[in-house]
């Protein structure tokens, strides 16, 4: 079955340490996302990619980076400039075509839970 | 950005209809209503989406008005494992598919 493999599922960083956190479609989309998610607070986008090696920033980019090397993976760094990493962070992807598929939005995956120790 | 508003909270009794409201008011022509559910811990679930027209699949139900300004997620027998905080999203146009979450009505089912 076709879907989004987030891992891992839950990361323990330390101060200081970037890590990454991996995401893995085999749906054939387009475009990819990253979230976080904050507890009891809504989704705040941190970065997209609507094609490879082509990448933008979302609403709360500062302190993580992201690359595109190919379509079916979009990992995403948490860099020791983010100052309060700790988080659920969601990869989502959609089909940015034309067709019906498209306007499905989103396939999310399972998340990761980053906690700076 | 068309955004939207959700009621923070509702409680459902188990088998009844949970009607979940959204009001949209700024959405434009072009403009989808999306429904997405959230499992504690887990990515977001789409459940439905709609122009226009009155949608209805194996999930739910959704209803929009005529003006298009609001519309309602029917969950028609509700169950304990439909306790989730639900999402109604406009999607926004032209922006690379980007959907912009806001904080949901979360429903607990109660038995």
């Known amino acids: 079955d076709g879907g989004i493999t987030q891992s891992p599922k839950y990361l323990f960083r330390k101060e200081g340490q970037n890590v990454t956190l991996s995401c893995e479609q085999n749906?054939?989309?387009?475009?990819m996302y990253w979230y976080r998610q904050d507890p009891g607070q809504g989704l705040r986008l941190i970065y997209y990619s609507q094609i490879v090696n082509d990448f933008q920033k979302g609403d709360i980019a500062e302190g993580y980076s992201v690359s595109r090397e190919k379509k079916e993976s979009f990992p995403l760094t948490v860099t020791s400039a983010q100052k309060n990493p700790t988080a659920f962070y969601l990869c989502a992807s959609t089909d940015r075509g034309r067709g019906r598929a498209s306007l499905y939005g989103y396939t999310f995956g399972s998340g990761t839970r980053l906690t700076v120790v | 950005d068309a955004k939207t508003t959700q009621p923070p909270s509702m409680d459902c009794a188990e088998g009844r209809a949970a009607n979940l409201p959204c009001n949209h008011s700024?959405?434009?022509?072009?403009?989808?209503v999306y429904w997405y559910r959230q499992i504690h811990s887990q990515g977001p679930q789409y459940i439905i989406h709609g122009l226009k027209n009155n949608e209805t699949n194996e999930m739910a139900s959704l209803i929009i008005t005529e003006d298009r300004k609001s519309s309602t997620l029917i969950l028609p027998h509700a169950t304990l494992r439909d306790t989730a905080v639900y999402y109604c999203?406009?999607?926004?146009?032209?922006?690379?598919?980007?959907?912009?979450f806001g904080t949901g009505t979360s429903l607990t089912v109660i038995p």
């Open positions: 700024t959405i434009s022509g072009n403009e989808y």
């Open positions: 999203i406009v999607r926004v146009p032209n922006t690379g598919n980007q959907f912009y």
């Open positions: 749906l054939n989309h387009d475009a």
